[in-house]
């Protein structure tokens, strides 16, 4: 059913809980996995300009290549293929945009949960993806989920039927989020 799994993956507390979700329906699906980050250099753009642009950019840069090895982690673990990108813009548009030019069959992704003001003011990276994507989204709550993998002993029968209603998985944005 799938063939190519994209993993967006920002670094955050529970992000590899995520990649172990996508590493997993990747190995019951014989897919291969996508970790992708994307650098949002626009939010940067307030900084005074004495601020190091070269020395900011290696943070930024360190911070995205911990985050993909979280992917590598979880696909090595599960022996499966994957290919890590590191791409820069915005977070919501580069994900569907690479999702749709990679002819991508999934977008796996984590949601924090907020709601009430903090999503009205910082909107959700997930939600944006789940409302433009013509790629179907799987986002994993990443906050208040059980704590273990949900997948790790799934037979392809049970991925097919889908994730049961307490396993902290959505397969849509939700408004609690």
Not at 39 to 68: I, T, Y
Request: aromatic residues 2%; negative net charge; charged residues 25%.
């Amino acid at each position: 059913m799938y063939d190519r799994i994209i993993v967006p993956i920002d670094g955050s507390d529970g992000s590899d809980r995520v990649a172990a979700h996508a590493a997993a329906l990747a190995s019951v699906h014989g897919a291969e996995l996508h970790g992708v980050y994307v650098v949002n250099a626009g939010s940067f753009a307030g900084l005074p300009m004495e601020s190091s642009w070269e020395g900011l950019d290696d943070l930024l840069r360190e911070d995205a290549e911990a985050a993909v090895e979280l992917v590598e982690r979880a696909a090595r673990a599960r022996d499966i293929p994957v290919e890590t990108h590191i791409l820069e813009g915005t977070p919501s548009r580069e994900i569907v945009e690479f999702a749709e030019r990679g002819e991508c069959d999934l977008i796996v992704m984590g949601t924090h949960g907020r709601g009430g003001i903090d999503r009205l003011l910082l909107g959700s990276v997930a939600e944006k993806v789940v409302r433009a994507s013509s790629v179907p989204v799987l986002t994993v709550r990443i906050e208040g989920g059980q704590e273990s993998d949900p997948l790790v002993d799934v037979t392809p029968a049970e991925s097919e039927a889908g994730a049961s209603a307490d396993s902290g998985t959505d397969t849509a944005a939700t408004a609690d989020e």
